[in-house]
């Protein structure tokens, strides 16, 4: 009796695991497949069409249309990853539409208080009058926290801003997205992906000042007084600078480094009517890996990608008549989806389990697999042997990529 008290306890354990919220195994931004269970597979993902750029060293990256919202490509599209300055994107997409643009704003110490040190700045100084249209230049141009922390402070703090960027994100349905700071500087816990960068991306370039702002090369930003000094957009495929040319068409949008992030960048170009966007997360080495990897993503979206047929698509803000994700959506693979790092803490609780996903279909089968082994030839142990086939079959579909549909193996 006391064996197979033990044993049932044991049992209980492995199924109470799959129950539960899977933290230890399937991250909670896993739980709800968006955009196509494809997505949620790691590697490659394309269909119908050959000539992937080779040398993607990128952890993730995505490519798509911008108007019908196809997703053409992806590498590893919800692996969440710092995201820098691209959640600026983000930040902009939530307060952008709050303040018109000749709205003008002094600056105190109180809006400059709590910028992290090592912060990209563009030089706002305390006791100078801005225009929020100068802001923005300098949120977009100069990647500036300083311009963002002005910004946000007029919306009503830090705080309020950040709980309404998680708001927007969440109406964007970016899940992936978890919001720490309004900058994108480095925070434990801070996190994206390629997808909801993508989705930033396009919904901002439907309003015509984000897209003029990202658009800009350069603009003349106060110095006090009478004076101005010139600052450049740092996007170096749209002013092509350190030894890069102009990329023909680019639109925008937005670029982020830091120490621990690495080189995000999130891009739009339109040629011949047809407007693609992609976003590179994390390219191995170099400081231009990040601007070369995404003109070669767009190079083969204008050429032989044409042909691509969709792998997934960008959904719909909810606010704006989207369907809301998991409704009728199979989440076949998340666990595929989880390659990336950082805690899944901070996200909403409303989130739904992922029913019948690989996650916890894995830890039901590693239960029933300890039971067989303590009650060979009893009832649980043929439960427990049909469990974990279905689990081993069920796996072997979902994580097998169509190796008609991929031009190179896997990665990550």
């Known amino acids: 009796m006391r064996d197979s008290s033990r044993l049932t306890r044991r049992a209980a354990l492995g199924l109470t695991a799959a129950a539960l919220p899977l933290s230890a ?59 820098a300055s691209t959640l600026k994107m983000l930040f902009a997409d939530t307060v952008l539409e709050k303040f018109v643009r000749t709205e003008r704003h002094k600056v105190t110490d109180a809006d400059l208080a709590g910028i992290p040190s ?33 910004l946000a402070h007029m919306n009503g703090g830090v705080a309020k801003t950040v709980a309404e960027m998680q708001a927007k994100a969440e109406d964007l349905q970016a899940l992936d997205t978890h919001v720490v700071s309004p900058d994108g500087f480095d925070h434990a816990g801070q996190l994206s992906s390629a997808y909801d960068l993508t989705l930033f991306a396009r919904h901002g370039l439907k309003n015509d000042d984000f897209r003029g702002y990202c658009a800009t090369r350069t603009a003349d930003f106060p110095a006090g007084g009478k004076k101005t000094f010139q600052i450049q957009n740092t996007d170096r495929l749209l002013t092509g600078a350190w030894g890069l040319g102009t990329y023909q068409g680019l639109i925008g949008v937005k670029n982020g480094y830091t120490s621990h992030a690495g080189n995000t960048f999130s891009g739009a170009a339109t040629r011949a009517g047809r407007t693609l966007l992609v976003t590179v997360m994390h390219p191995a080495a170099g400081s231009n890996a990040v601007y070369e990897e995404t003109a070669a993503l767009l190079d083969w979206g204008f050429g032989t990608g044409s042909s691509a047929q969709a792998v997934g698509t960008l959904v719909e803000p909810l606010s704006e008549g989207g369907a809301k994700a998991g409704a009728g ?69 979902e994580t097998d990529v169509e190796k008609t549909d991929v031009e190179s193996a896997d990665r990550g």
């Open 25 to 83: 195994a399937t991250p909670a931004h896993a739980t709800t497949i968006i955009g196509g269970d494809r997505l949620a597979r790691g590697g490659i993902q394309a269909r119908g069409t050959t000539g992937l750029p080779k040398k993607l060293t990128a952890r993730s990256w995505l490519i798509a249309d911008g108007e019908s919202g196809e997703v053409l490509a992806s590498f590893n599209a919800h692996r969440r990853l710092p995201p």
């Open 118 to 150: 090592g912060s990209s700045l563009v030089g706002v100084k305390p006791g100078i009058t801005y225009t929020v249209e100068q802001l923005w230049q300098g949120v977009f141009l100069r990647s500036g926290n300083d311009a963002v922390h002005v």
């Open 329 to 397: 959506a199979e989440a076949k693979s998340a666990g595929a989806a989880a390659g990336g790092s950082g805690s899944a803490s901070g996200r909403p609780s409303t989130w739904r389990l992922l029913e019948g996903g690989a996650g916890t279909v894995a830890l039901l089968g590693g239960g029933a697999w300890a039971l067989r082994r303590r009650r060979a030839g009893k009832n649980a142990e043929k439960t427990a042997a049909k469990t974990a086939r279905k689990a081993a079959g069920r796996h072997a579909r």
